[in-house]
């Protein structure tokens, strides 16, 4: 194989909205989570655990989970992207940060619905 | 007539004799004529005749005299000498491959301007007369046109830095928007495929360097920002 530069992978759209569309989520779940906080003032273990094992918040707090490592992933891309200039290397510490992320997301739906 | 003194420390390299590029220090006389660093500098290549850098219309059209001024890319010859803290440092443009002193290689620059295809692509036959526009979808373009390709921009930008084989750069990517954004032209689709990319579009960050530096107070920021808009709604 000749080694010349090849670009035009014809993607990117999507992460780019990926992006933006996590970063609200996670925002909005931030004021959510505030609000609840503010409100309740929970103290102590059983306190914490009710917040977290009402049905909405558990969807909320997975789909803040899901939403950070989604953003994660898109963010830790482009730095790799951006300075690790060898392909394979690249390729490795790219599967190993979806491995990573994909593994914190099953522990974290887990710990939720453990609560 | 008054005259002043001023000082400079000026970026050296010549690769004949040259182990290492070094810093070389200048200092000139100017007189209240001298209002534009481009005219201090012709003054410096008089002193010294290895003094080498680019120039040619010494208003702000061809782009040639773009260098790092302390520390910010910008033309020589619309760079006011007034507001240089002294000693002005100069240095040639960051990022790209220097061939001597103040003089770059441009090369990968304009390969990268000619990726966009930088020309009308309109293959109806042309109208007895020229191709018309309105007022309001010429109005889209002004803002791009003007454009001197001085590289002001892209040689600021880190994305640009990192990777210029594979970053088409502000100063493209402006570019591509003023044909995507042209009614005349009929290859927008093809436009916009050939930016969909995670490395020619999508390394744009939006740091802002390219308008912060832009000598013509172009903005290639919103430009590749509409690019991108235009994406999202042909996706959604």
Redesign the interface.
Known sequence: MVNRVVVGAGYGLKDWIAQRATAVVMAVYTLILLATLGALGPSGFEAWRSIFSNGFMQFMTFLFFISLFWHVWIGVRDILMDYIWNDGLRLVLMIAVVAALVGYAGWAAKILWRL | MATRTMQFKIYRYDPDKDNAPYMQDFSIEIDETDRKLLDVLTKLKAQDDTLSYRRSCREGICGSDAMNINGKNGLACLTEIKDLKQPVVLRPLPGLPVIRDLIVDMTQFFKQYHSIKPYLINNTPPPERERLQSPEDREELNGLYECILCACCSTSCP?FW??P??FVGPAGLLNAYRFIADTRDEATNERL??L????????C?TIMNCVDVCPKGLNPTKAIGKI?EM??RR?I
């Open positions: 994305s990192w990777n084989d594979k495929d050939n969909e990319d995670p490395y020619r579009l999508f390394r960050h991108k994406m999202v996706a």
